[in-house]
């Protein structure tokens, strides 16, 4: 039983560290500005957001100056949530594709110009999952939760050490053709100085032989 709670503690102590990771972002937006904020997603990754305006005095409404406009997209353009006019808003979907997603916001353009903190919270990979709901349609206790989780966690590091290896083979595939290419680069101009100096040489050659100097 002893071992048991050991082995708990441990398992949340592992968990509450990777949660730490994955925090609300808070920033000041201004009237007729953009702010982006980019997340690297792998492919087939869950993602979930909440994005909010925060309200200096709790429990007033909003004024009309106080909106938003969202849009997040892929690197290679791909539109996965709009959002015009709003005050808050959530988005979630499902990495088609690999690479760094960016969401950015645009605060409305308002005169005189206002100021106003946004709270944004973006999850992904294991930290996107609903554990509530796993608790609830699976019926496990606290061990087999926490296990779960840590399970996961490892999975998507080790998914996440695959990314990175694949990574750095493009990154020395493509040193190595800009270095071969560089090599070519470098023998052409040295062709090409030689050639321009044997033409001089041979021009000079032909313009003293013309002026009977040699």
Known sequence: MELQKLMLCRVIIIIGFVSLMVQSIRFDMESGHTKCISEDIKTNSMTVAHYSIVHPIEGQALPESHKLTLRVTSTSGNSYHYAD???????????????????????????????????????????????????????????????????????????????????????????????????????LSLFICLSVAGLQVWHLKSFFEKKKLI
């Open 85 to 187: 006019h709003v005050q808050s808003g959530q988005f979630a979907f499902q990495a088609v594709e690999g690479g760094d997603y960016i969401a950015c916001f645009f605060a409305l353009d308002h005169h005189p110009p206002v100021k106003f903190p946004v709270e944004f919270n973006w999850k992904s990979g294991v930290a996107a999952k609903d554990w509530s709901n796993v608790v609830t349609k699976t019926s496990v206790d606290a061990m087999e939760l926490a296990l779960k989780k840590l399970e996961d966690t490892i999975t998507s590091i080790h998914e996440e050490m695959f990314y990175l290896r694949d990574r750095e083979q493009e990154m020395q595939h493509l040193n190595s053709k800009t270095n071969s290419r560089m090599a070519w680069l470098s023998f």
